[in-house]
């Protein structure tokens, strides 16, 4: 059962999985980051990068199709977003591995600072239902790049929250996932249990 779990993971089309406890953290979780570098890129197409955040909830239903039909409208550009996320994605990891591991990070810092203020223009308070303001977007769906807009503003926050002081990167082989440790003694030590936790046990035993 356990192994079963494992491949549908690592499979590149498989369905994503949302254990972060963030979607700027499951974000990143996109991908396993192994000490020779990213491995089983799961952004292999701009489909995939709206199916993720359609399932991330930072898109409803009508939003996702909006994209997928800005998608057809603006290939090239729907194409270069998918690069621009995988170029986020990168900066985003680097910058959650150094607050786990303490460490400066400023060339990466300067650079997500551009993109929340390239953000920042496109912020709307818009009605909910019932009427009360929240936080929206201007245009989002109407170009393939929107799509990155939420992701962005989501890190922001975490980034700049006391749950920094919670995040972790799984103790797994070859994984690299990072969560946000809500666990009640803190000390939750695997991105998921059944993948990463199985597998060392499984590892431990054949040692033994």
Same mark, same amino acid.
């Given at each position: 059962?356990a192994s079963d779990i494992a491949q549908e993971r690592f499979a590149p089309d498989?369905?994503?999985?949302?254990?972060?406890?963030?979607?700027?953290?499951?974000?990143?979780?996109?991908?396993?980051?192994?000490?020779?570098?990213?491995?089983?890129?799961?952004?292999?197409?701009?489909?995939?990068?709206?199916?993720?955040?359609?399932?991330?909830?930072?898109?409803?239903?009508? #939003?996702?199709?909006?994209?997928? #039909?800005?998608? #057809?409208?603006?290939?090239?550009?729907?194409?270069a977003t998918l690069d621009d996320a995988r170029e986020l994605r990168h900066l985003?990891?680097?910058?959650?591995?150094?607050?786990?591991?303490?460490?400066?990070?400023?060339?990466?810092?300067?650079?997500?600072?551009?993109?929340?203020?390239?953000?920042?223009?496109?912020?709307?308070?818009?009605?909910?239902?019932?009427?009360?303001?929240?936080?929206?977007?201007?245009?989002?769906?109407?170009?393939?790049?929107?799509?990155?807009?939420p992701v962005v503003w989501r890190a922001a926050d975490l980034l700049a929250s006391?749950?920094?002081?919670?995040?972790?990167?799984?103790?797994?082989?070859?994984?690299?996932?990072?969560?946000?440790?809500?666990?009640?003694?803190?000390?939750?030590?695997?991105?998921?249990?059944?993948?990463?936790?199985?597998?060392?046990?499984?590892?431990?035993?054949?040692?033994?």
């Amino acid at each position: 059962m356990a192994s079963d779990i494992a491949q549908e993971r690592f499979a590149p089309d498989a369905p994503f999985r949302f254990v972060g406890g963030d979607p700027s953290v499951d974000f990143v979780n996109t991908a396993d980051w192994t000490p020779r570098g990213l491995e089983r890129d799961r952004f292999t197409s701009f489909d995939r990068l709206v199916e993720w955040a359609h399932g991330a909830e930072l898109l409803d239903t009508a #939003q996702a199709r909006r994209f997928a #039909q800005a998608a #057809q409208r603006h290939p090239r550009r729907a194409t270069a977003t998918l690069d621009d996320a995988r170029e986020l994605r990168h900066l985003l990891q680097d910058l959650l591995a150094s607050v786990v591991s303490g460490r400066e990070s400023t060339p990466s810092l300067d650079r997500f600072n551009t993109l929340v203020s390239n953000t920042a223009r496109h912020v709307r308070l818009v009605r909910a239902p019932g009427g009360r303001l929240t936080r929206g977007w201007d245009a989002l769906g109407d170009a393939p790049e929107s799509l990155l807009w939420p992701v962005v503003w989501r890190a922001a926050d975490l980034l700049a929250s006391a749950e920094t002081d919670r995040l972790r990167v799984c103790g797994g082989v070859d994984c690299g996932w990072f969560y946000v440790d809500r666990s009640r003694n803190g000390l939750r030590r695997w991105c998921e249990m059944s993948v990463c936790g199985t597998a060392e046990k499984n590892r431990r035993r054949a040692h033994r």
